[in-house]
């Protein structure tokens, strides 16, 4: 069935109707570099990157994009993709999963095997994951474990973050070394999990400084780990042992708090920031606010918190509650999902990413009579696109261009891998996924290809649907045959100062660098001089009377100034008030005077040197009257005060100017 596509305008949806269809399990393939599939045409579909829409082909050779447009010059040989009514995107980048990850004495089921599989399945090709040392263990010794566990088993590119558990001059001196040689431009720091891998403000305040000298983002999981932790005493000794207690002991505004208290921090050391995992309203509502005070901050649901809630916690039955349990926890407000996804449509909120973290039935019941002891974490890697597109998308909360920016454009961008990856670009990776936005898939544990056996959007049917993923070249995803092939991803390094966050962040620089005030030496009992007074008060009036006689006398004050001139006979003719805003004239007997003035500068001022009385201002430095000078005023004499009134005025043209043409 072939459907019309609507985007741009051109024809009318028709919905398809599919019966969800189950992705093919098949054995992972041996890899092998020069694969016969490097010449790649994917014909007819509609290309979609963050910022446009356009039809076109695009021909992929060797792993790279080459050719974008219309009449392409193909060679022999080339497989050809019919992506007619179809969407082509770019493969998406998930850049917050934690595959493998040790955990409570077991460690995540999907590994980097299973996850980044199922990361392909759902037409994500590029993954960031985490390397997480212990307290006191070398980050250099952590990141050389995780890339080589993912160099095993990895079937789609991956980069690495790394956690930073504690705080010393080992740590500098690893941190400048990771970024400087090993492709790392990213550290973890948690505010949570109190004893194990909590840092205190002290020390993230150093890390933040770090994170800034060398070019790097500081990333938090924010949630204020020492009232958990007395929020967890209080749960156990009351009795409360369910995963409900798990929620209990962090309620949202533990989160909001540490997101408030981070980002202060980061602020003030100019510092960008990135908040993972953002789950509740108020914390979102904390990075908006930030946001629109100019901090460099970035905010990152994940596809759990975009598409259900934290009522579960409450289900009767535990396994279900349990399988629910992450940090933060998933909010209690059921229409905290809708509300995220609003400010992720928006643009407050930056990407989406998936927080892979999973655990089986088993490894959850190691927490049944104590919610403390239940993993922490959920599935996500491989329907985050699907979900994001039926919740943002198809609810008319984002367009296809904003979808491409959260899913994969933004991260690329965030993590300094733009345009290599999240762009349908010529010289851009071939990591390209058709997409067919009418067809629909129902999410089930039963058929999705990670090695959890819950899932947290269990029965969710879903608009959009990943049809074909080429990932580095290689189509991996063929018509729902999924044929991957272990250790075929490359680690890609993450160089530091991203371009879009760098340079703001040089720029605040510039402009917040403090500058002193040069005053005067202190002197023992000297008199107070404000030298905002010295700038801003207006020049003293100068004034002067000419009576009928001729005689004239001077007047001169700052504010107010009485001054009574006698005229021939001594009697007193008039009296001249001179203040801030110019002088008037009260007559006092008969007789015709000429009132006349003008603002003197204070001697020694900058204004002095204008020469010019009625001007407050010095001149420019090319000696030209100063524009932002103003010599109007609505009382008092006037600077035009010698020139003739007239009556009347001819006009010879109307205001504007007179027409030149027969246009009236």
């Not at 459907?3 to 028709?14: C, E, F, T």
């Not at 994009?65 to 040989?77: C, E, M, R, S």
């Not at 296809?400 to 349908?424: E, H, W």
Request: hydrophobic share 35%; glycine share 10%.
């Amino acid at each position: 069935m072939q459907d019309a596509m609507n985007w741009g305008g051109r024809q009318a949806v028709r919905e398809e109707t599919i019966v969800p269809s189950r992705v093919a399990r098949m054995d992972a393939e041996a890899f092998v570099n020069g694969s016969s599939q490097n010449r790649i045409l994917i014909k007819g579909g509609r290309v979609v990157n963050h910022d446009n829409i356009f039809d076109a082909d695009v021909y992929i050779e060797d792993g790279v994009i080459t050719q974008v447009g219309k009449d392409l010059t193909i060679p022999g040989g080339t497989r050809t993709i019919d992506a007619r009514g179809k969407l082509v995107i770019p493969g998406g980048v998930d850049a917050n999963t934690h595959l493998q990850m040790p955990s409570m004495g077991t460690r995540s089921v999907d590994d980097f095997y299973q996850g980044t599989k199922a990361a392909l399945a759902g037409g994500t090709t590029t993954i960031i994951d985490m390397a997480l040392p212990q307290k006191g263990e070398s980050l250099l010794e952590a990141f050389e474990k995780w890339k080589q566990w993912a160099e095993d088993k990895a079937c789609c590119d991956y980069a690495l973050h790394v956690a930073v558990t504690w705080w010393g001059q080992q740590v500098a001196a690893e941190m400048d070394e990771l970024v400087a040689k090993h492709g790392v431009n990213s550290f973890t720091m948690y505010m949570a999990y109190k004893d194990l891998l909590q840092l205190q403000d002290p020390e993230m305040i150093q890390v933040f400084k770090m994170c800034r000298n060398i070019g790097a983002l500081a990333l938090v999981h924010a949630e204020n780990g020492d009232l958990i932790a007395e929020n967890v005493k209080k749960l156990l000794q009351a009795g409360v042992t369910g995963p409900e207690g798990h929620a209990l002991s962090r309620p949202e505004e533990l989160e909001a708090e540490a997101v408030n208290r981070a980002a202060t921090i980061a602020n003030q050391v100019n510092c960008p920031l990135y908040v993972l995992n953002v789950m509740s309203k108020s914390a979102a509502d904390v990075i908006v606010e930030k946001k629109k005070h100019g901090a460099v901050l970035f905010g990152e649901p994940i596809a759990a918190s975009l598409a259900t809630d934290g009522t579960h916690y409450w289900n009767k039955c535990w396994r279900h509650a349990a399988g629910h349990v992450t940090s933060p926890p998933l909010s209690q407000d059921p229409t905290t999902p809708g509300y995220l996804m609003d400010l992720l449509g928006s643009g407050s909120l930056d990407l989406a990413s998936s927080a892979n973290t999973t655990f089986t039935e088993g490894q959850k019941a190691a927490g049944k009579d104590d919610f403390t002891k239940i993993p922490h974490g959920l599935n996500g890697v491989e329907d985050r696109m699907s979900v994001v597109w039926e919740r943002g998308v198809s609810a008319g909360k984002m367009d296809p261009c904003r979808f491409v920016a959260v899913t994969s454009a933004n991260a690329a961008k965030i993590f300094n891998l733009y345009p290599q990856k999240g762009c349908i670009a010529v010289g851009s990776d071939a990591d390209v996924v058709v997409w067919n936005p009418n067809r629909t898939r129902q999410i089930n544990a039963k058929t999705h290809q990670q090695a959890a056996d819950f899932n947290v959007f269990e029965g969710m049917i879903c608009h959009g649907v990943p049809e074909y993923v080429v990932a580095g070249g290689r189509v991996v995803l063929d018509e729902g045959e999924l044929r991957v092939s272990q250790g075929a991803g490359r680690f890609i390094a993450t160089p530091p100062y991203s371009p879009h966050i760098y340079l703001r962040v040089h720029e605040r620089e510039k402009v917040r660098f403090p500058r002193k005030v040069d005053r005067d030496a202190y002197e023992p009992g000297a008199p107070p001089v404000s030298s905002i007074k010295s700038v801003m008060e207006p020049a003293p009036f100068v004034a002067s009377v000419t009576s009928n006689n001729g005689a004239t006398s001077p007047s001169s004050n700052g504010h107010h100034h009485h001054h009574h001139h006698a005229n021939g006979n001594g009697s007193v003719v008039g009296e001249v008030t001179s203040g801030v805003n110019g002088l008037s004239l009260t007559n006092g007997g008969g007789g015709s005077r000429k009132v006349s003035g003008e603002y003197k500068s204070p001697p020694g001022s900058a204004n002095s040197a204008q020469g010019d009385g009625f001007h407050l201002r010095g001149a420019t430095a090319a000696g030209s009257i100063n524009m932002q000078d103003s010599t109007f005023s609505v009382s008092g004499a006037q600077i035009d005060d010698d020139t003739p009134r007239r009556s009347t005025i001819k006009v010879h043209n109307p205001p504007g100017g007179k027409s030149s043409g027969g246009f009236w």
